[in-house]
């Protein structure tokens, strides 16, 4: 029995938070659901989207699946999911980009993890007009961050044997903070060098590194960058794979691990059966493999690409006519 917290979130969010628990149950694993709120919805009731009962869950049960949240104009937050990411310092967004689904990816060799670096960069948020004609946005890298994200790619090659680690970057231009990350990334590779000769290293240049994940994607592995090139990068990965209904994410610390998908509440579809519940699910997925579930995970994976491949039950942004329900039961019926 494993503790988890759950944050259902709000817009899509409730339908596929459901989806997932369903499915999770069917495959057997037994999970104690922390339950807690968060989002637009228990505004009224809180005075704020996100009640420190939120935090004091993840805290006790250090793993969370989390669905999207809105973040509510005027409460306050610029984004109640970067105030959660920054809270519990998970520093590491981390995006596995595999195939699925054959018919949904641009390029079947496509398998790789996006590190991105969740706390500092150009999304620190200061910035200010100078005079009335221009702006400034100050981008911040320091030596504690870049090591730490660098760390944890490496670590997490280790960990699920993976091969190589590209450091993707713009120092031919920003010398002095992209510069200093790529000289942090060199430095624990060299470190990791002594102790895991077999993990390759190099590194690129952020458009570059765009063009090769379309172009070449078997020569890519383990991929660690900067804040906004992560933000870029990991949807360019996202588009290559199949779409948002497919990407899931993680968001590590280290001690806490909070598990979501990619994208957002869906305003649009909310409350209508219409999502793809198989971009939280595959997060759960990643979640459960972290709670050392390798069997439940593998055949959850296994019985979400058999249904996507034979293409009867799809969902809308899949482009079929599928409910979040048919899916799920699909899903459940290839367990
Ligand atoms: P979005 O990802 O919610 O939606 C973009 C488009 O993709 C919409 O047409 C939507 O219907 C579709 N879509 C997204 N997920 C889908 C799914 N599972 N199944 C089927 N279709 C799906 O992005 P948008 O519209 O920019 O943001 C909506 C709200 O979500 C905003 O308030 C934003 O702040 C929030 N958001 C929250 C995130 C999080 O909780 N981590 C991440 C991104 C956005
Ligand atoms: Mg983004």
Redesign the pocket.
Known sequence: MHNVTMIA?D??GPE?SNAVAEIIAAAGVEINWDRVEAGAGVMDKYGTPLPEQVFESIRKNKVALKG????PVGSGFR?V?VAIRKELDLYANVRPLKVHAKAFAQNQAIDMVVFRENTEGLYVGIEHYVGDEAAESIKIITRKASRRIVRSAFEYAIREGRKKVTAVHKANILKFSDGLFLEEARNIAAEYAQTHPEIEFDDKIVDNMCMQMVQYPEQYDVLVMPNLYGDIVSDLGAGLIGG??LAPGMNLGDEIAVF?AV???????AGQNK??PV?LLFSAVLMLRHLKEKEAADRIEKAVSDVLNEGKVL???LGGNASTDQITEAIIANL
């Open positions: 979130g817009g899509i596929i999207p949240i809105t973040t984004s999911n948002l209904g979501e994208h957002g509440s869906a305003p649009d579809i999502a793809n971009a969902t809308v942004d």
